[in-house]
């Protein structure tokens, strides 16, 4: 029995643990900052600015998160490339942990003024140079660790993770908003979540010290295989293709996520007259659908391959989208089960990582991942939200229309993929049969 059928083992298991939490713990990190933004922008911008000028100052520190992740997340991969993807994996955790705590213990701009909302930008750009690094390296780490054949539902565990991360953000907000007065939110409570993320975040990087070092990388180093030249360079340079799959596949991931999961609730409140706490539950079914669905997306790479997997996945997000976006307003009591249905199959986004982890070879895969996912998530994760709400002045549809549109892509993509190099046998040589 060759080593890259072996089942997945006790370290195995362990890795994907890790990471998966430290995952969810990153992505908590990130995202709390949308669920407090309002509270945060009276207290960090002067009392007598205009309103809608304080909301673009405070979505414009959470977009600038999104901005730094191309520039951490290659300079991570470039050292992940060169000195080892565990190395990065810890420090990627304790960038954010470290800003996150900051955050929670930030004077505001009653107290310091004009330095408030500078401190509040640069604890964001951290964050965002640590998610950068985070998300690529730790789907190398675990396609290189586990056996060839089990690559998809290791990612697709890990994106899971990721996901969990969001439910936890809500959660925390929810738990939060009811349990205090709006004024006890407003002068000490919203404090809470960042000093949890960044005490949980802590916790994270010490458990990773019980992480090795991937065999991939280790194999790389005595075969003296590390990229001589710049990573990125080579990545541009000679892996065009796979940077141009990446890229869309990235756009796939971000968008169905942003549009469905985050955009919906509100959606759904100013379209159909939904209550806040309604949504906000029936969105809380959906993340625990999208976890699920992750998971047989890459359970379904691993046995049917990418192209099936994504032909499938983008017909059936067509469909429940559409379903979900058309259907919610004239059957409220369908409200949980429309929008469970099409959280479970946005969850096609679980076999991404797949197609990504092999597209690049292993002296390169980090930067290659890195780059193409950073750069397309801070134009398409940005772009999107704006994208929507502008289509909205034409047809308050506009969401349904645009995931369509990405079902379409994930469709060609997924056929696209038929023909070409990612095919399950020719990779298991290039990703180095374990």
Known sequence: MSSHNRPLNRQDYKTLTLAALGGALEFYDFIIFVFFAAVVGELFFPTDIPEWLRQVQTFGIFAAGYLARPLGGIIMAHFGDLVGRKKMFTLSILLMAVPTLAMGLLPTYASVGIAAPILLLLMRL????AIGGEVPGAWVFVAEHVPARRIGIACGTLTAGL???????SVVATLINTSMT??????????????????????????RRWLQETPIFLEMQQRKA????????????RHKKAVVISMLLTWLLSAGIVVVILMSPVWLQKQYGFAPALTLAA???ATIMLCFGCLIAGLAADRFGASKTFIVGSLLLACSSWFFYHLSGAHPEQLFLLYGI????????GAVPYVMVRAFPAEVRFTGISFSYNVSYAIFGGLTPIAVTMLMGISPMAPAWYVLALSLMGLGLGLWLRQDIYQPDATSERLGAH
């Not at 951290?126 to 140079?129: M, T, V």
Request: hydrophobic share 60%; proline share 3%; net charge neutral.
């Open 126 to 129: 951290l964050q965002g140079a």
């Open 163 to 169: 996901t969990v991360g969001i439910l936890l953000g």
């Open 182 to 207: 709006q004024q006890a939110v407003h002068d000490w409570g919203w404090r809470i979540p960042f000093l949890l993320g960044g005490a949980f975040g802590l916790v994270a990087m010490y458990l």
């Open 226 to 237: 590390l990229a001589q030249e710049l990573p990125v360079k080579a990545v541009v340079v």
């Open 283 to 285: 969105n809380s079914i």
């Open 342 to 349: 099409v959280g479970l199959c946005v969850g096609v986004v």
